[in-house]
């Protein structure tokens, strides 16, 4: 084995490649991995192995990778070394079971997942950024700023250790927690590769879902993506003003546009994005908001996700009576668009992600975690 070969970090958009000490595993999907391993003429099949004692078997070291030679362990440990999420806080629920964690990475910053039950399914939520950037009025983690971009592989480690901590395989896994997704693509899509590969999590690609704020360059990418990935996209209000209002990094982004590019991806993928709809008392539930949204959904593939707004500490917003989403229910459906009312998961724990980390940075006095 030659111990030259360059690594090819596939974390962000910015293509840098690091020096050769510089990568963690994590910062590998299947493909940059096995790139690496060509170049060091290791044989190919060692991806599987690696991928297998990470993903699946939870490794938390080389010398556990006991099927792989010694002087291999050994090059990998020093050259692409493997870290595993600690896990900082875990919060459950009385009410439904609904377990929140907040991990904290190997650089110590500290990103949050949730795990939802529901009979034979687990959901888990995870982190594709540690903050955000796009600053969405209503979200604790965007209100934090950015931190960094996670790599595909502690996206991946977040549902494993979920799992592993329910003790149930993760049927369903949601890029719902916090970050915005396209925001860095190629590594979320790296994640989310990881999270399907049989020799990873093997979760099924409907089964995996990527929810953006509504970056219509990601849009169209994901739709030419072979796998089929599920698409939300957060709406939150069909009306221009409104929606700068919300998710104030989309202003350049018009509602038009947007409408456009999900036509081009239903067109493509023929398959039904959710659009996401946190209803805010006085700011997006009123008789205009609906026949707004009526209009951008009509005739389009959609299904309407109607989320009453959790409030917190760091969000100054109210949820509009249950009666009100109730009239968007019926609005939608009778101009022919699917739609549902998500149910309240987790509320005695802080369910508005983003929380958990703000709390503890601030409890912590750790402000090297802004990440809410
Ligand atoms: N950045 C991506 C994915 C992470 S946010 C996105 O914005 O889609 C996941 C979802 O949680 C989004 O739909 C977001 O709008 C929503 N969300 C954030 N804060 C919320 C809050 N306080 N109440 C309800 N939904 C919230
Ligand atoms: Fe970022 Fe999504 Fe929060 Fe907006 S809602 S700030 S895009 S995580």
Known sequence: MRSTGRLSKTSGESGNTPAPNDAPLTAFDRTALERWLATE????YRCGQILRWTYQRGATSYEQMTDLPAALRQELASRVPLHVPELEERLVSALDGTRRYLWRLSDGVTVESVGLPAGDRLTVCFSTQAGCAMGCAFCATGEGGFVRDLGPGEMAQQVMLVGADFGQRVTNAVAMGQGEPFAAYEASLGGLRLMNDPDALGIGARHLTISTCGIIGGIDRLASEPEQFTLAVSLHSARQATRDRLVPAMRNQSLPRLREALVRYTGKTGRRPSLEYALVAGVNDSPDELDALVEFCRGLLCHVNLI???????????????????????????????VSIRSERGSDIEAACGQLTQRHASSSGRGAAPSA
């Not at 003429?41 to 190919?44: A, F, G």
């Open 41 to 44: 003429e290791i044989p190919p």
């Open 308 to 338: 009453p707004v959790n409030p917190s500490t760091n969000v100054p917003f109210d949820r509009p009576p249950l009666d009100r989403a109730k009239e968007f229910v019926i609005e939608l459906q009778r101009s022919g668009t699917e």
